[in-house]
């Protein structure tokens, strides 16, 4: 009988060990350099990777569906409105180490979920059609003065970028001052909303509009070669701009995750975040998907800094405000007929 419990108890044992030396990461971002990335990972701390890939919608609904029964511990995914809304319904518990509160500024963070990488979405314009007098001082607000009647392209009301971007204008400006913005904007776009933030970019380059509104890691995936000489070559008939460098910075949002509320390896999924913080990882990332870094002391990519690196970021507005307004955004978007 001794044996028997003996032998019981060793099993219980064995299979917490194995639990405890595993991460299960749930993950909407499509970068095959993150998979490397956990391959690191697990060769310096021995705790192994297990990746289920998909799009936000289905990996949320697994995760609710599966609620208690769930093997996710980390759910990592792009834009912080996303993040926010999936914190909102209460799918997430405390992710913080005094670490990461360390590392990551309080604006790109929450108890429940932190930025891992940061992104900028700016205006890339015309040099030969946008003068430097259209532009000195200009602030994402100045895109609805009628001299743009015509001359601007974004993408649709509903992709995340731009219900972010919309969020981050009511926490600054208020929803009716926002509102009136989003219908001035429509006027002035030279076309129906269509494509994604390349499309953009390639509109401007080929003359179909004079400023377009994109991420920069797309302009510098353009730039890099990696989708072929077409659009490198396009990608160079445009410059990049910094809005709002005159008071509160161009608007960011981040790559990041949360440890999900069922987790059954919390720890691990701690010491996960914890390396994607490191200087080590972070200097990865940056170099393969043309991010910014989160953390001091990590260089942006050669071609971000090309488009430079002394730009005014906003610090002030939290990020958690791009969930918290979102269905505000999307609410003006169609009341403003954004398609």
């Known amino acids: 009988m001794k044996k028997i419990i003996v032998i019981i108890l060793t099993s219980i044992l064995l299979n917490n060990f194995a639990i405890a030396n595993e991460v299960n990461v749930f993950s909407s971002r499509h970068y095959e350099s993150d998979i490397e990335l956990y391959k690191k990972f697990t060769n310096q701390t021995g705790i192994k990777v297990n990746v289920i890939s998909g799009k936000d919608e289905a990996l949320q609904k697994r995760i609710i569906e599966e609620g208690t029964n769930s093997k996710a511990d980390l759910y990592i995914t792009s834009d912080a409105g996303n993040i926010a809304i999936f914190d909102s319904k209460g799918m997430f518990q405390n992710s913080m180490s005094p670490t990461i509160e360390k590392l990551v500024p309080s604006n790109f963070r929450n108890k429940n979920w932190v930025g891992i990488t940061k992104r900028a979405r700016i205006l890339f314009y015309s040099p030969e059609r946008v003068v430097n007098d259209d532009l000195k001082n200009l602030n994402y607000e100045d895109l609805a003065n009628p001299k743009w009647k015509g001359r601007i392209v974004i993408r649709q009301s509903n992709n995340i970028y731009n219900q972010s971007l919309i969020a981050s204008l009511i926490f600054n400006n208020g929803k009716e001052t926002t509102g009136e913005w989003a219908k001035s904007i429509v006027k002035n776009m030279a076309r129906d909303p269509k494509g994604n933030d390349r499309a953009q970019i390639l509109a401007v380059a080929a003359g179909e ?38 008071n509160r910075g161009t608007h960011m949002n981040i790559s990041g995750g949360g440890i999900l509320k069922y987790a059954p390896n919390k720890g691990s999924a701690i010491k996960l975040i914890e390396f ?30 090309k488009m430079g690196t002394k730009f005014k970021q906003d610090l002030t507005t939290d990020v958690a405000s791009y969930g918290q307004y979102q269905s505000d955004a999307l609410e003006i978007m169609l009341n403003a007929k954004w398609k």
């Open 209 to 246: 509009a004079d400023i377009a509104i994109a991420n920069t890691y797309y302009y510098a995936l353009m730039l890099s070669g990696n989708k072929g000489l077409e659009q490198q070559i396009a990608a160079k008939k445009v410059l990049p701009f910094f809005p709002n460098q005159n």
């Open 276 to 305: 994607l913080l490191t200087k080590e990882a972070q200097q990865h990332l940056v170099n393969n998907t043309y991010e910014y870094p989160m953390i001091e002391g990590v260089e942006p990519h050669e071609l971000l800094k």
